[in-house]
């Protein structure tokens, strides 16, 4: 069974740091793009970070560049999300979710989402 | 890069049909053939729904289906059922990283 599940996420204070985890199962993890999308609550989705199938290249948004560094690691089939200098503005649900291999910026499997609370 | 701007409700009885707008610029959704839609119910994860304007993954319904003229997609959702009830968001590929839309509730009257 293909499966993406995040975990990491929680309560932080401003200016703090958390490290998301997406543990990925069921598929060839090394041959897919990777990217993180957030909902803040009652809120639309937003486009956070990707990383490229072997980590050479990584694009960020503008909201959270300089402080989100994205990084996986294929030997453990596991993606990460490195948030530091957290605000209350990066309150959300963040979910990974990998890139269609036919598709440029389509989304084909997410996991279940895990939140983060800036407070 | 602004959100691309989707109506914020849109509504049917079953068996109708339902289109939602997906308006973005020649740097969006004008300048490539990569805009997705996906579904999301409350509390979950999005589904992808199309992708490349009017592509459906193995899975999605025939009843889903994808257009797009100029800087505006479109998603219509034939034969409406109570399933369908449900958030739908657009996305467009935008060279430096993907833009989402506000999204659209759909509800099923």
């Known amino acids: 069974e293909v499966q993406l599940v995040e975990s990491g996420g929680g309560l932080v204070q401003p200016g703090g740091s958390l490290r998301l985890s997406c543990a990925a199962s069921?598929?060839?993890?090394?041959?897919?793009?990777m990217h993180w999308v957030r909902q803040a609550p009652g809120k639309g989705l937003v486009w956070v970070s990707r990383?490229?199938?072997?980590?050479?290249?990584?694009r960020y948004a503008d909201s959270v560049k300089g402080r989100f560094t994205i990084s996986r690691d294929n030997a453990k089939n596991t993606l990460y999300l490195q948030m530091n200098s957290l605000r209350a503005a990066d309150t959300a649900v963040y979910y990974c979710?990998?890139?269609?291999?036919?598709?440029?910026?389509?989304?084909?499997?997410w996991g279940q989402g895990t939140m983060v609370t800036v407070s | 890069q602004s959100a691309l701007t989707q109506p914020p409700s849109a509504s049917g009885s079953p068996g109708q049909s339902v289109t939602i707008s997906c308006t973005g610029t020649?740097?969006?959704?004008?300048?490539?053939?990569?805009v997705s839609w996906y579904q999301q119910h409350p509390g979950k994860a999005p589904k992808l729904m199309i992708y490349?304007?009017?592509k459906r993954p193995s899975g999605v319904p025939d009843r889903f289906s994808g257009s797009k003229s100029g800087n505006t997609a479109s998603l219509t959702v034939s034969g409406l059922q109570a399933e369908d009830e449900a958030d739908y968001y657009c996305?467009?590929?935008?060279?430096?990283?993907?833009?989402f839309g506000t999204g659209t509730k759909v509800t099923v009257l």
């Open positions: 979710a990998t890139e269609a291999r036919n598709s440029n910026d389509a989304f084909d499997m």
């Open positions: 069921g598929f060839t993890f090394s041959n897919y793009w």
């Open positions: 990383i490229n199938s072997d980590g050479s290249s990584t």
């Open positions: 020649s740097s969006d959704v004008g300048g490539y053939n990569y």
């Open positions: 490349d304007v009017s």
């Open positions: 996305s467009s590929y935008a060279g430096s990283g993907p833009v």
